[in-house]
């Protein structure tokens, strides 16, 4: 299973929430945008409960991080 992870990140550490978001293995992807949110990440796991735990459990404790949004891939 695959999603897209869009996330906030504090004022002036989009970088470094990056660097540390690109050392879980279960992201594929992870790139700031402009727009609403600042950083596009793919994730992929075998099951969606393994999702729901790279989410809470890896993504959402990385320092920085204020807010996500998951988008699932369908196709």
Do not use: F, H, W
């Amino acid at each position: 299973m695959k999603a897209y992870i869009l996330i906030n990140a504090g004022l002036g550490i989009v970088s470094d929430v990056l660097d540390d978001l690109r050392k879980i293995d279960e992201i594929k992807s992870a790139n700031s945008t402009i727009g609403p949110y600042d950083i596009i990440a793919l994730i992929e796991s075998s099951n969606l409960s393994g999702l729901g735990d790279t989410i809470v459990q890896k993504i959402q404790k990385v320092p920085g991080v204020s807010k996500t949004l998951t988008c699932m891939i369908i196709e």
